[in-house]
C-alpha cells in the first residue's frame, strides 16, 4: 500500500513539474513540497542500499533548479518521464 502512495506522489512531483515548465502557475511552495518530498525518500531509501534512490535525489534537484531558473525542455522530460515510470511500476508491483 506504502508503494502505491509513494508511487503516485512520483506521478504528481512528474505532473507538477511539467506544468511549472510549461506555465508557471504551481506556487514554489508546492514545489519546495515536491523537492523535500523526493530528497527526503531518496536519502530514506538509498540508506536502505536502494542505489536507484540516488535518482530520486537527482530528480528532486533539478526540480528545485526548475523553480529558480529555466532547465532545457529535454531535461524537464527525461525527470518526468523517470518519476512517471518509477510510479507506474510502483503500481504494478
Given amino acids: ?7 503516485s506522489l512520483d506521478i504528481l512531483a512528474a ?3 511539467w506544468i511549472t515548465h510549461m506555465t508557471d502557475i504551481i506556487p514554489k ?4 513540497l ?6 527526503i525518500k531518496g536519502v530514506m531509501f538509498l540508506s536502505l542500499g536502494n542505489w536507484i534512490s ?3 535525489i537527482i530528480s528532486g534537484l533539478v526540480i528545485y533548479l ?3 531558473y529555466p532547465l ?5 522530460f527525461f525527470v518526468a518521464i523517470f518519476l ?3 510510479g507506474i511500476i510502483s503500481w504494478i508491483s
Fill in 29 to 32: 511552495q508546492i514545489m519546495f
Fill in 34 to 39: 515536491a523537492v523535500f518530498y523526493l530528497i
Fill in 84 to 86: 512517471v515510470q518509477k
Fill in 1 to 7: 500500500m506504502i508503494l502505491k502512495i509513494l508511487g
Fill in 54 to 56: 540516488s535518482l530520486d
Fill in 66 to 68: 526548475s523553480v529558480i
Fill in 15 to 17: 505532473i507538477l513539474l
Fill in 72 to 76: 532545457p525542455g529535454f531535461v524537464v
